[in-house]
């Protein structure tokens, strides 16, 4: 690339930004604001606290309901298929009635099925739970972003977007805690982790509907009750303005989609196998293995300092597709080394990589997105994005199976799956894959999305539907020189 195509890559009224906007945005923030964000974040980490019971407990669930360990993960995938739909149905409430009540209602949901995950006593009923837990699942990460997100000022939500990203990773920090605490001393044992589970998302819920509403619907419904509009009436607009906003943007859904596939892809192929991959290729035993898995991992001890908050942050003045681009320069890291050393620092790299492009996601999908539809469109988009890439253990343990190479234990050779052959192409491709279609995808920089109408009013599907009064474009000037 050219001096001058990365330049492009750029967003122009922020080339001349100074880095201390974000620090004095920060000061600014009113209490409540600083509120909404962290129950979002809360919120997200209650998701993949709950999705991550089911991981840590495999050969638990196994034992108890007397099946196979390939049969409990197919409650994983029917979680993961059922998640698109929750985005859905989650993502519409929340565009046309609001942040406050859908997420509230989201987060119930979740409550209720992961407890009722814990009481199960036959295999049949577990695959019930997990199927509509998925649905649940699959509206908090719309929700959790546009309400976090869209209570900020412009300047401070590419570093809000790392720091919201990472918690999924707190998320799995605080199941894997109690599954290797708690749920050993508990008599329960499993079920201990499904109830502790419930009870945060329980907290979580609580803690939202003690907030206020967003300030943006606050301020819409004022405006269509001054004008007497009817619910009736508002649901009629909204279904009209959804119609109207598709015929405008499905070729942007189409994209966003395929970016989220790639996404996912890189995701599960550089983490699902990678334990199988240093045992199997590399010749590790399994407690090197987990050591190094873990340190590949260890960005959840310290998410201030993680790949998703330093690439969030620079995606504010260096624009979200260069630091997305930027961050996959990591990945030669993961597989070249042999030794265990440097395997397990190409661990921790390749997944700083991996995690900071995803820290740019949240506030990406959020410019990107059609203003009134900030909950459906990243939600529905990210799920659908996670269905398509839910082969990729699949296509490299199948990869592996077909694709053979000789280690040396004790001196003697042997054959083994070349798991890093089959990943380094699988993770490459799909790397370069991600990086060009970041490169040649729109890029949206620090859209005002605030000040759109919402999806209930008149005309709220169009882009330029601004409300009275605000203009796009008028802090533009204000945020570069702060």
């Known amino acids: 690339m050219t001096p001058r195509f990365i330049a492009n890559l750029v967003p122009r009224r922020e080339r001349n930004s100074n880095s201390s906007g974000v620090f004095q945005a920060l000061l600014t923030l009113k209490p409540v604001q600083y509120a909404h964000f962290w129950v979002g974040w809360l919120a997200w980490t209650c998701d993949a606290l709950d999705f991550f019971t089911v ?46 009540w859908p997420l ?12 009722s995950s814990g009481f199960v006593q036959t295999y049949t009923q577990f695959l019930c739970v997990r199927s509509l837990f998925g649905i649940a699942m699959g509206g908090v990460w719309g929700l959790a972003a546009s309400s976090a997100l869209e ?11 790392g720091i919201l990203q990472q918690g999924y990773a ?8 109690i599954n290797l605490t708690v749920v050993p001393k508990s008599r329960y044992t499993w079920r201990t982790l499904f109830w502790f589970g419930s009870g945060v998302t329980l907290f979580a819920a609580i803690l939202r509907a003690c907030l206020p509403e967003s300030e943006i619907f606050l301020r819409a419904k004022a405006l269509e009750k001054e004008k007497g509009t009817t619910t009736t009436d508002k649901t009629k607009v ?28 890189l995701s599960h192929g550089s983490q699902d196998l990678y334990p199988t991959y240093l045992e199997t290729t590399k010749g ?9 898995t873990i340190i590949g991992n260890c960005r959840v001890f310290s998410v201030r300092y993680s790949g998703g908050v330093v690439a969030g942050y620079m995606s504010q003045y260096l624009g979200r597709r260069l630091t997305i681009v930027l961050v996959h320069s990591f990945i030669p890291l993961w597989i070249l080394p042999n030794s265990f050393g440097p395997l397990s620092a190409g661990a921790f790299f390749i997944q700083f990589g991996v995690q900071g492009a995803w820290g740019v996601i949240p506030i990406q999908l959020a410019e990107l997105s059609p203003p009134a539809f900030r909950a459906t469109f990243p939600g529905v988009a990210y799920q659908l994005g996670n269905m398509v890439s839910a082969a990729s253990s699949q296509i490299e343990a199948t990869g592996g199976r077909n694709l053979q190479t000789t280690i040396y234990v004790d001196g003697q050779p042997k054959p083994v799956n070349d798991y890093a052959t089959v990943q380094g192409i699988f993770i490459g491709t799909i790397a370069a ?3 060009l279609v970041t490169i040649f995808g729109p890029e949206n920089h620090s859209s005002h999305f605030e000040k759109h109408k919402t ?21 533009d000037e204000k945020a570069s020189e702060v």
């Not at 209570?151 to 977007?161: D, H, I, K, Y």
């Not at 109207?244 to 395929?258: G, P, Q």
Request: a negative charge; hydrophobic letters at 50%.
């Open 55 to 100: 991981s840590l407990t495999v050969p638990l669930l196994a034992n108890q309901f007397g099946v196979q360990v390939e049969s409990i993960t197919t409650a994983i995938t029917l979680t993961l298929l059922f998640r698109s739909l929750g985005a859905i149905i989650f993502g519409i409430l929340s565009d046309r009635f609001g942040r406050r």
């Open 170 to 177: 707190v998320g799995y920090l605080l199941a894997a805690v």
């Open 104 to 115: 509230v209602l989201n987060l119930l949901f979740c409550c209720v099925l992961s407890l």
């Open 151 to 161: 209570n900020l000022p412009v300047q401070v939500r590419g570093l809000a977007s």
């Open 284 to 292: 590790f035993s399994s407690h090197d293995a987990t050591i190094a």
């Open 455 to 475: 999806a209930f009013e008149e005309g709220g599907g169009r882009d330029d539907a601004v409300l009275e009064g605000e203009s796009v474009h008028e802090e």
């Open 433 to 435: 894959y991600v990086v």
């Open 238 to 265: 909204f279904l009209h303005e959804t119609k109207e906003m598709l015929k405008t943007h499905w070729k942007l859904c189409v994209y966003a989609v395929l970016l989220m596939s790639g996404f996912n892809f």
